[in-house]
């Protein structure tokens, strides 16, 4: 019994290392935190009901999961908004925020950004990694290069309505990735656009939420 305990605490410690290469407290995705707590809490609840063991087990990753679902519910009212294994991704549309071939926020996505910020600092867990889109129109460099300032105004804009700079990164990638035809108006609109892919680093959940 000992010995099977020990090989899914091992398999356990590999799905948490795993979820992330840059921080060992980050979850790429909360699921994996609720799944390798339940494996090894039915274990360890083996003769008083695997199932108990199961749901003990997997707490600390179903807490993070319900804070993670909480927070999209809140941010589907500003930006579409996605529940994902590794978290949650917001999508903004670039001709809200953006005039054409311009990386000057405007004053109505200020506006946005700011309420974003101020679901998303209820939440301090959040790490965010800010994704800049265009189309295919125009040199890869240009688009880079725009795609790379976009990105970095929507951070601008989240940290001077509070939120910390030390958990965004940002990044220009320009037209790669298409989520529509590059060949029409339409697809090419679906194209441009900011994504902000939202993880969480389980260190730095509220204590008191993880003794509830």
Do not use: W
């Not at 590059?182 to 680093?201: C, M």
């Amino acid at each position: 019994m000992k010995k099977t305990i020990v090989a899914l605490s091992v398999i356990v410690l590999m799905l948490a290392g795993c979820a992330s290469s840059e921080n060992k407290n980050t979850y790429r995705g909360a699921g994996i935190g609720a799944a390798a707590g339940g494996v090894l809490g039915a274990v360890v609840g083996h003769g008083k009901g695997a199932a108990v063991g199961a749901v003990i087990g997997g707490t600390m990753g179903g807490l993070v999961g319900r804070r993670m679902d909480k927070q999209a519910k809140e941010l589907e009212a500003i930006a579409e908004t996605k529940r994902t294994e590794q978290g949650l991704v917001t999508k903004l549309k670039s001709d809200i925020l953006f005039d054409t071939g311009k990386s000057d926020l405007k004053p109505q996505a200020k506006s946005n950004l700011g309420e974003m910020a101020s679901i998303m600092k209820k939440y301090p867990e959040n790490v965010l990694a800010i994704n800049g889109y265009t189309d295919n129109t125009g040199s890869e460099a240009v688009n880079e290069a725009l795609s790379e300032r976009r990105a970095k105004a929507v951070r601008d804009q989240l940290v001077a309505s509070g939120m910390p700079a030390t958990v965004m990164s940002t990044y220009g990638r320009g037209p790669a990735g298409p989520i529509g035809d590059n060949s029409s108006k339409a697809g090419r609109q679906q194209n441009r656009r900011v994504e902000i892919e939202v993880t969480v680093d389980e260190s730095k959940v509220p204590k008191e939420s993880k003794e509830k």
